[in-house]
């Protein structure tokens, strides 16, 4: 066994020198990644306060979300040639189903490079190969601030300030793996999906200070102040005045102002015009920045909103995992084979086992599988595998429905069609090898079966320490095993068929004779 400590060294000493950094500021949203509700500025150059909390929980929510679902699929190792598809747990392999490294599960290294995927549209992982070949480690890396340079050999070197180089060329094993998310031409650097948040963000951020600079012109007051006579315009705005400094704001609230005049009266807004701008454009960059990630709005609780992703609970989800979650499992799927089972076993596969079936409901799902097993459009192992269980042993009993085919009756069906066709076809002068391929029959099984002409001589093997026979015993004969399936040809005519001809009689007659000689009886008796 190998000693723990003795791995890690050599991870440690085929890292080049490439340290993993620990940073505590959660990277989230801005053009570095870092996120501040109260002093961080976007794209825009806009600082994100506690306005745009919501929008904020929009890409927290959406990106946790797919991180999450995405970690909980069963990620498996499979021989490419499998039909049974079994997983394996190779030792050269164990990172990709024990742990990933010292601070990471499996499932915890995929959430965090589902992550790195929808916040930075790029996942970096540094591959830590053992002096052996095998996979020691796989440590993330942070993509916010990295530098990719494009060698001669068409390699590329990956620079991180602070950590290390790390280069990948062509036809050796690579020391690091990256998965794009979107990636334009000529382009190194794959598109960042949290920049175009964060200029979402600092869009709505920009519409907040807008509405509140019109509220602050006056173009919409926060309550009207009346009189049942005309007032001059400076008393008004003394009135005025004084309202704003004694009741403007959240803190002034509940505080008496004495008002002169004649018959006056204030009429307040609950909501002024700008809080009502703010509000539903608040909401409406909650659902588009969902929508950025393709996250239906049923997912997020979002029930009274109508939606063209489905009509019903399982169609939202097989929406999620077909337009959110499927993208994001394929391009990991297709990094992990190209960049490390390649270089161990070619023919391994990693996959993630996840089928739309699973995400309706489960009376849904169960007679959508038992109509396709009554079919034959599907098989008991398919089932097992959408239900994420082994499969059926030899010696475990299986129940069948009556009113259900089994595997066996569907086989019988199928050959007696198969013999109808070929018996059909042979009676029409078609040749057995000829009828046997339009039938579906292997011409072998055909003569195993005796269904075309054949004689097999069966001799005994003589064993020269076997007694001799008896000299009375007949000799062993070849045992004629031919069967002739030639019939005679059936003709149809409407002219009627001649009666069959009359028996031939053998009849004896006698006759005998009276005294004179004449005839007296004549006796027939038939042979």
Known sequence: MTDPMTSLRRIAANRKGFSIASDRNIAFSGELGEIDMTTSA???????????????????????????????????????????????????????????????????????SSLSLT????????????????????????????????????GIRLTVPGQGVLENHPGARPEFMSIPLFRLPGQLTPMSPVKYAAELLGLGASYDRMAALLAGRGFNPAAILTFGAGIEDDVAEKFSARLTRLHGGASNRGKVAVIGGTDPKLQPFSMSLADAQFMAQNDRVFSLTMALWRVPPTVVGMVDKPSTWGTGVAEFARGLERFTLRPIVQRLQTGVETYITKWVDPGLQWR??????????????????????????????????????????????????????TVVDRNLARLRQQAEVYGTLIRSGVTPDAAAAVAGFDPETLVSLGLRPVTLAVNPVEDPDAPPP??????????????????????????????????????????????????????????
């Open 42 to 112: 976007t794209l825009s150059g806009a600082n994100i306060s506690e306005k745009t909390a919501l929008r904020i929980a929009a890409v927290w929510i959406a990106n946790t979300l797919i991180a999450d679902e995405v970690s909980s699929l069963v990620f498996k190792l499979i021989e490419r040639d499998d039909k049974k598809r079994l997983p394996v747990q190779p030792e050269s392999l164990r990172p990709l189903w024990d742990m990933a490294n010292p601070d990471q599960a499996t499932n915890e290294w995929i959430a965090t």
């Open 352 to 405: 993630g086992r996840f089928d739309s079936l699973l995400s309706a409901a489960p009376k849904d799902r169960a007679e959508i599988q038992r109509l396709n097993l009554a079919n034959g459009m599907t098989s008991e192992e398919r089932v097992l595998a959408q239900n994420d269980e082994p499969p059926f042993d030899e010696e475990e009993t299986r129940y069948s429905p009556l009113s259900q085919a």
């Open 470 to 527: 008896p000299p009375d015993s007949p000799k062993s004969q070849p045992i004629d095993l031919t069967v002739n399936v030639d019939l005679p040809a059936v003709s149809i005519t409407n002219e009627a068929q001649p009666a069959p001809e009359a028996a031939v009689r053998k009849v004896r007659k006698q006759i005998k004779r009276d005294t004179e000689g004449n005839i007296a009886e004549i006796v027939e008796t038939e042979e």
């Open 119 to 154: 916040l930075w549209g790029d996942s970096l992982t540094q591959l830590g190969w053992l002096s052996n070949g095998s996979l020691g480690r796989m440590w993330p890396i942070d993509p916010s601030n990295v530098q990719r340079t494009r060698l001669d050999d068409q």
